[in-house]
């Protein structure tokens, strides 16, 4: 039997803020049978009360603790390396996550160089990024997503011109690392042998359940069609139309 569950958010639950038909009902079922689970999302800029009151203005209302975010996957990844201080380019709630772990944030001899998401993004924080991690401070970004809702400029492109000065890559910590899985894993006291990732993205959520070692749902409500599949040299566990049509027994839930 599966008794944890990692559900992805836009696409499989959302689309924008509206509610796909059908995903309450799922989730009042999962609740029902009291099987663990987590939203897991790569926008590191919400924080798990923002993505709560999305669910909530949409309808569902749903603990805060179930929330998880590439950025405190990203705080996860740094509290067991060495160094606790940040030049940070993101907004609150990452520099939340990481106050959390005992990290400094500062422009002074930083230890790492954090990328997230921010409408503040700028030349000044490309020039202090790249001299940082030209000098020795380690890359890291919270997801390598390009873009966001309607084109917006993601973590992946604020890395874009940091990785082309300093010549280095960032490690990405969100969907398709299986570290994000596993810190959201973790975060539940779940092992991925009795865990399953339901997602709508195939070069997402499902690689990173591959990668994982977790079994795979893909959902065709949002990015990923049928017909996309010989893309890939992978295949999800599962497919189903919509969180509606998710049949539970099959699933072992």
């Not at 994982?212 to 566990?237: C, H, I, K, W």
Request: net charge negative; with cysteine; glycine share 8%.
């Amino acid at each position: 039997m599966k008794t944890h569950l990692l559900l992805d958010m836009d696409g499989v639950v959302l689309h924008d803020n509206d509610l796909i038909p059908g995903a309450d009902r799922f989730l009042e079922k999962i609740m029902a049978r009291g099987i663990d689970f987590r939203f897991i999302t790569n926008y590191p800029s919400q924080t798990p009360a923002d993505l709560q009151n999305r669910l909530r203005a949409a309808g569902v209302d749903i603990p805060v603790e179930k929330f998880f975010n590439s950025a405190m996957a990203t705080a996860a990844f740094l509290s067991k390396q060495s160094g606790k201080k940040a030049y940070v380019i993101g907004e609150g709630a990452l520099t939340h996550e990481l106050y959390k772990i005992g990290f400094t944030v500062t422009d002074i001899d930083p230890d790492v160089v954090v990328v997230g998401e921010t409408r503040s993004y700028n030349w000044e924080m490309i020039r202090r990024a790249s001299h940082f991690v030209k000098n020795g401070a380690r890359f890291i970004a919270t997801n390598p997503d390009v873009a966001g809702p309607g084109g917006s400029p993601a973590c992946g492109a604020l890395c874009a011109p940091i990785e082309r000065i300093s010549g280095k890559k960032p490690l990405y910590i969100g969907k398709p690392s299986a570290f994000m899985l596993r810190a959201a894993l973790d975060s539940m006291k779940a092992h991925s042998e009795n865990s399953l990732i339901i997602g709508d993205n195939m070069q997402t959520d499902i690689l990173a359940g591959v990668q994982a070692g977790v079994q795979t749902v893909l959902v065709l409500s949002g990015y990923s069609r049928l017909e996309d599949l010989d893309m890939f040299p992978y295949r999800p566990n599962h497919i189903f139309e919509s969180l509606e049509k998710v049949d539970l027994e099959q699933l072992d839930l």
